[in-house]
């Protein structure tokens, strides 16, 4: 009898509770469509990719300081540096073109 009870005022009050709707925030407040998704995914990818050309320009310098006279170390650091380097300016580059190409698919859209 007592089941029966609670069963029946669980289903007499479900109908009350499921009325009430709760606002969920949005989780990326700057993403408002799949575009905005994907534009911000591409500029964190770039981050990623610039930062760790940073990290390889400064590797290449310490190999570079570090070696002592050795002519393989001084040209590893250089070629590292410099590849490095070639890498930061294709992020920058790229990342000029994306804004350009998703300023103007936003344009048209």
């Known amino acids: 009898m007592k089941k029966k009870i609670i069963i029946l005022a669980i ?9 009430i709707a709760i606002s969920v925030p949005n989780p990326l407040p ?14 964190a990818i770039l981050g990623i990719v610039g930062a760790l050309s940073l990290f390889f320009v ?21 070629d590292t540096m410099l590849w490095a380097i070639f890498g ?9 073109v994306i804004n350009v190409v998703l300023t ?3 344009g048209a859209g």
């Open 104 to 106: 103007i698919l936003q």
């Open 30 to 43: 700057n993403v408002n469509s799949i575009p905005d998704l994907i534009a911000n995914f591409i500029r």
């Open 11 to 19: 289903f007499l009050l479900f109908p009350i509770y499921s009325a």
């Open 58 to 78: 400064f590797q290449g310098g310490i190999t570079w300081m570090t070696s002592r006279g050795n002519a393989d170390k001084v040209k590893a650091g250089r």
């Open 88 to 96: 930061l300016v294709a992020v920058f580059l790229s990342y000029f």
